[in-house]
Nanobody, 120 residues
Framework: QVQLVESGGGLVPPGGSLRLSCAAS????????MGWYRQAPGKQRELVAA???????NYADSMKGRSTISRDNRKNMVYLQMNSLKPEDTAVYYC??????????????WGQGTQVTVSS
C-alpha cells in the first residue's frame, strides 16, 4: 500500500500563487507516476498535472502555463506550483500516484485532498 499526504492548500486572492506538496510513503517502489487532480463542487474530478519518475510532465489545458509540477524522487515528494490563480481554480486538490497517470487513467493511490480557495 501507498499512503499520500497533501499539504499547502488554503485561501489565496485572485492572481495569487500557491504551492501544494504531497508526501508518499509505504510501498513507494510500485510508483512511477505522481500527479494532481482537482474536483470543484458539482464537477467531476479532473487531472491537473502529472509527472513520471523520469521527469516527463503532462498538464491539463486549464492549468498549462500557470502551473509547474515537480518531483523529488529521493524524498518521494511531488509538488504543484500554481500561479495567477483564478476563482475557477477553487477545488479540492488530490495527490495521485501509480504506475501510469493520463487524462483518462488515474493512478491507484489517492490522498485525502487539500482545499484550495481562490477568493478576494
Amino acid at each position: 500500500q501507498v499512503q499520500l499526504v497533501e499539504s499547502g492548500g488554503g485561501l489565496v486572492p485572485p492572481g495569487g500563487s500557491l504551492r501544494l506538496s504531497c508526501a508518499a510513503s509505504g510501498s513507494v517502489f510500485v510508483i512511477d507516476a505522481m500527479g494532481w487532480y482537482r474536483q470543484a463542487p458539482g464537477k467531476q474530478r479532473e487531472l491537473v498535472a502529472a509527472i513520471t519518475s523520469g521527469g516527463s510532465r503532462n498538464y491539463a489545458d486549464s492549468m498549462k502555463g500557470r502551473s509547474t509540477i515537480s518531483r523529488d524522487n529521493r524524498k518521494n515528494m511531488v509538488y504543484l506550483q500554481m500561479n495567477s490563480l483564478k476563482p475557477e481554480d477553487t477545488a479540492v486538490y488530490y495527490c495521485n500516484a501509480g504506475t501510469l497517470i493520463t487524462s483518462t487513467r488515474s493512478g491507484a493511490y489517492w490522498g485525502q485532498g487539500t482545499q484550495v480557495t481562490v477568493s478576494s
